[in-house]
């Protein structure tokens, strides 16, 4: 019986390194996985940026409800519709039954301040549905004066609103180089005041 012959070996190891295959598949499996591990984190992360918009557009309306019903913010908001440049109309006079019925206030801006007890219970019944770095002084809170509301005499009603400003979504992905943070767009709720105390 004559022997079989030996298949004929590269006698480099150089050469039968270049010519092997065997981790070829490894290595293509490698880059395949680690770009859908991207795309994969990518798409969670807008669907996260997402539900970060749609809550903080929820957390806004509550906060103008609770401060459409409560004690103002910002310092300054009268508590009575006091007499305009008309001295003829007599006290109950609604305030959109002419022009200076009631007197003219400036509009009034403020952020949110711990210290104020209003400004703490909104951002205590807001604080789950808003991103983990958000603060109190991200609401703010305006005052203005709406000439169709209230009446001489009566209490002061202004057009009461929240407003959610350059309040940051983190990233897991970074988008581009470094950049792992977008400020969410402004969003502001707004509502006539009211009066609970004297039901109004």
């Known amino acids: 019986m004559t022997p079989r012959p030996r298949p004929h070996r590269c006698p480099y190891p150089v050469r039968r390194f270049l010519r092997a295959e065997s981790g070829a598949?490894?290595?293509?499996?490698?880059?395949?996985?680690?770009?859908?591990?991207?795309?994969?984190?990518?798409?969670?992360?807008?669907?996260?940026?997402?539900?970060?918009?749609?809550?903080?557009?929820?957390?806004?309306q509550i906060a103008a409800r609770i401060a459409a019903v409560?004690?103002?913010?910002?310092?300054?908001?009268p508590t009575t519709n006091e007499r305009g440049t008309t001295t003829s109309a007599n006290f109950g006079t609604l305030c959109r039954a002419g022009t200076g019925i009631c007197a003219?206030?400036?509009e009034l801006t403020?952020?949110?301040?711990?210290?104020?007890?209003?400004?703490?219970?909104?951002?205590?019944a807001i604080r789950p549905l808003m991103p983990p770095n958000t603060g109190i002084e991200d609401i703010r809170f305006r005052y203005t004066h709406d000439p169709n509301l209230g009446f001489l005499g009566g209490p002061y009603i202004p057009m009461v609103t929240v407003e959610f400003a350059e309040v940051d979504f983190n990233f897991v992905v970074p988008l581009w180089g470094?950049?792992?943070?977008?400020?969410?767009?402004?969003?502001s709720?707004?509502?006539?005041?009211?009066?609970?105390?004297n039901g109004l």
């Open 104 to 106: 003219t206030r400036p």
């Open 178 to 187: 470094n950049a792992t943070n977008i400020t969410l767009p402004s969003m």
């Open 110 to 124: 403020c952020p949110g301040d711990a210290s104020h007890p209003t400004a703490a219970e909104i951002f205590n």
């Open 25 to 60: 598949g490894l290595v293509e499996y490698s880059l395949v996985i680690l770009l859908f591990l991207v795309l994969l984190f990518g798409i969670i992360d807008f669907g996260r940026l997402g539900f970060a918009i749609v809550s903080a557009n929820k957390a806004n």
């Open 70 to 77: 409560r004690d103002p913010v910002c310092p300054g908001v």
């Open 189 to 197: 709720v707004s509502l006539p005041g009211e009066d609970m105390k």
